[in-house]
C-alpha cells in the first residue's frame, strides 16, 4: 500500500504571504496525484490533478507541482477564504485505489 | 449540472447494517466509476472502495474486504454502499466521488454528494 506523507501539519501563514505545502509519496506514484481543500462541514474540493493541472475554476493562485514521490502545493498569495485543511491523494490505475495523506491546516498568523 | 446526492443521516447500533445511496444526474452514469470515501470526526480521509456503474465491478480497500457492499442501479443513476458488522470506529461521514477522468479510476474526484452521517451508538 502506498503510502502518503504530508508536512507540515499545521501551517500559519498571514493574509496575502506564499504558502507552501508538501507531499510524499512511499513509492512512485508519477503524476497521478491531486490536491484537495475542505473546510468545515463541507466536502473536499478538487484544486489540482495529475500533480500539476488545476481543476476548473480553480484561481491561478494555486499551483501544482512534482512527479514520483515528491510533490507540492503553492498558493501565491493567500486570501482570507483560503484558510482550510488540504489533502493530497494518489490514485493509482490498477489495482484502482485512493490513498490520502494526513492532511496541513492551513491557519491565519 | 452534474449533482451526486446522497441519502440522509443514520444512527445505527453496533453489529447493525447500513446502505447509503447516492443518486447521480447530469452525466453519463455508466460513463464514470464512483468511489466512496469516509471521515471520522475530526480526521482525515479515507478511501473505502471504488464501483464502475457500467459493468459493476468494484474494488475494496483491504481493509473494508469482508464488511462494505458496492453495487449499482443503472436505472435510476444510483450507487450503494453498504457496510455491514457496525462498530463504533465506524461514525464517520461517508461520501461518493465521480473520478474527473472518462470511463477509468484513475482522476482527481471534481465532482462529491454531500455526505452521509453515520453514527454508530448503542
Known amino acids: 500500500e502506498i503510502v502518503m506523507t504530508q508536512s507540515p501539519a499545521t501551517l500559519s501563514v498571514s493574509p496575502g504571504e506564499r504558502a507552501t505545502l508538501s507531499c510524499r509519496a512511499s513509492q512512485s506514484v508519477s503524476s497521478n496525484l491531486a490536491w484537495y481543500q475542505q473546510k468545515p462541514g463541507q466536502a473536499p474540493r478538487l484544486l489540482i490533478y495529475g500533480a500539476s493541472t488545476r481543476a476548473t475554476g480553480i484561481p491561478a493562485r494555486f499551483s501544482g507541482s512534482g512527479s514520483g514521490t515528491e510533490f507540492t502545493l503553492t498558493i501565491s498569495s493567500l486570501q482570507s477564504e483560503d484558510f482550510a485543511v488540504y489533502y493530497c491523494q494518489q490514485y493509482n490505475n490498477w489495482p484502482p485505489a485512493l490513498t490520502f495523506g494526513g492532511g496541513t491546516k492551513v491557519e491565519i498568523k | 449540472q452534474v449533482q451526486l446526492v446522497q441519502s440522509g443521516a443514520e444512527v445505527k447500533k453496533p453489529g447493525a447494517s447500513v446502505k447509503v445511496s447516492c443518486k447521480a444526474s447530469?452525466?453519463?452514469?455508466?460513463?464514470?466509476?464512483m468511489h466512496w470515501v469516509r471521515q471520522a470526526p475530526g480526521q482525515g480521509l479515507e478511501w473505502m472502495g471504488i464501483i464502475n456503474p457500467s459493468g459493476g465491478s468494484t474494488s475494496y480497500a483491504q481493509k473494508f474486504q469482508g464488511r462494505v457492499t458496492m453495487t449499482r442501479d443503472t436505472s435510476t443513476s444510483t450507487v450503494y454502499m453498504e457496510l455491514s458488522s457496525l462498530r463504533s470506529e465506524d461514525t464517520a461521514v461517508y461520501y461518493c466521488?465521480?473520478?474527473?477522468?472518462?470511463?477509468?479510476?484513475?482522476?482527481?474526484?471534481?465532482?462529491w454528494g454531500q455526505g452521509t452521517l453515520v453514527t454508530v451508538s448503542s
Open positions: 466521488a465521480r473520478p474527473n477522468e472518462y470511463s477509468s479510476s484513475s482522476g482527481g474526484c471534481d465532482y
Open positions: 447530469g452525466y453519463t452514469f455508466t460513463s464514470y466509476y
